[in-house]
């Protein structure tokens, strides 16, 4: 068989299954035969043209799989072994990888997302794996795909938000949109340490999710104004960190002003336009507020943690999956997800 069946990006507002070439490898890659992957956000903005990548590109980047073949360079894997990829594919060797900043691979803002974006992803039969001696990680016995299938990139990136939030034992956090993205970063927050998690959304089902994973207080913005009940659970003092996961204004704008003197924004969100900042919510530039943006780690160590938290029971983000789809109904999958219709959080693919 030479022929796989993929996704393809062939202009804004249309994504579609064709028959491509299996990849071929070069000997610093692996094939994957892709068992399970699923849709991002960041993807329903590439098949609305608000994040620009060029026609004919296979898309996705959260690839489960079973080794396929490898390259002649590439050791202490087998053929049948069955794996995970993040999302960011890093070389493991330039500056920024051995800098600590693998997302940035290269030394290109971003240089380490790949699949979906600069080569051809993993909504199809087979991927490439690039640079796979830094990026294949093996999945630990008793795991299956959908355990693992959050690690590649949401998983990575929520948790990431808090990480780089520095939450310290005994914060306070609020986290704006609990989306999946958000959810993870209430995951991450309980791990972290907080000892009260505020989380705002306006689907009370996804506020359900939110408690289930750590949250102490919910609060629907289509209820009550979230600053001032966040006002109100803090005495006036703010939060500690604030972690941005939708990638708005009004978002964004709310995390800055839910902040103590001092506090971090931690922010997650794809934005799209011109973002602007308040000068009455940062002091005028005097209030020691810190506001750091993640984009997820990615490469094999960070893969390998990820899934040591899911095996040790920890976090559950299984019922993050609520929809199923096969590649064959990718398009249906794309409308569904993309409309957020049927109360989705994430969808499962199996090729």
């Known amino acids: 068989m030479s022929n796989m069946r993929a996704a393809v990006f062939v202009e804004p507002g249309r994504i579609e299954l064709q028959h491509r070439p299996i990849p071929q490898i070069g000997p610093t890659d692996a094939l994957l035969r892709v068992t399970t992957t699923t849709i991002c956000g960041t993807d329903v903005h590439i098949l609305k043209g608000e994040y620009p990548v060029k ?13 396929e073949k490898l390259g002649s360079a590439v050791t202490g ?3 049948g072994q069955r794996v995970i990829a993040g999302a960011i594919t890093p070389c493991g ?25 600069s080569i051809d992803g993993c909504q199809a039969e087979y991927v490439r794996i690039p640079n796979a001696q830094a ?9 299956d ?33 609990q989306g999946p993205i958000g959810l993870c970063a209430t995951a991450g927050a309980k791990l972290m340490g907080a000892t009260r998690i ?46 941005e ?44 507020h810190k506001i750091i943006t993640t984009l997820c780690p990615g490469g094999k160590e960070r893969m390998r943690r990820l899934m040591a938290v899911v095996a040790s029971g920890r976090v559950d983000l299984t019922p ?12 249906e999958a794309y409308e569904l997800f993309s409309h957020q219709r049927d109360g989705v959080l994430k969808v499962a693919i199996t090729p």
């Open 55 to 67: 026609p004919g590109l296979i898309v996705g980047h959260e690839p489960v799989g079973i080794i």
């Open 77 to 79: 894997y087998e053929v």
């Open 93 to 117: 060797q330039c500056h920024p990888c051995l800098d600590g900043h693998s997302s940035q691979c290269g030394g290109q803002a971003m240089g380490g997302w790949q699949l979906g974006n």
């Open 135 to 143: 990026n294949l990680t093996p999945i630990p016995d008793g795991l």
């Open 145 to 177: 795909d959908e355990q693992v299938l959050m690690c590649p990139d949401i998983m990575s990136t929520g948790f990431g938000g808090a990480e780089s939030g520095h939450i310290r034992i005994g914060d306070t956090v609020v986290v704006f949109a």
């Open 198 to 243: 505020i989380v705002v959304d306006g689907v009370p089902e996804r506020l359900d999710v939110a408690r289930r994973l750590g949250a102490d207080i919910t609060i629907n913005f289509r209820d009550e104004d979230p600053l001032l009940r966040i006002q109100e659970i803090t005495g006036g003092a703010g939060v500690d960190v604030a972690i």
């Open 245 to 288: 996961a939708l990638g708005t204004q009004q978002t964004f704008e709310s995390c800055l002003r839910a902040l103590k003197p001092g506090g971090t924004l931690s922010s997650l969100g794809v934005y799209s336009g011109k973002l602007s900042m308040p000068l009455d919510a940062i002091a005028a530039g005097l209030g020691d």
């Open 320 to 331: 993050m999956v609520t929809h199923r789809f096969a590649l064959d109904d990718i398009v």
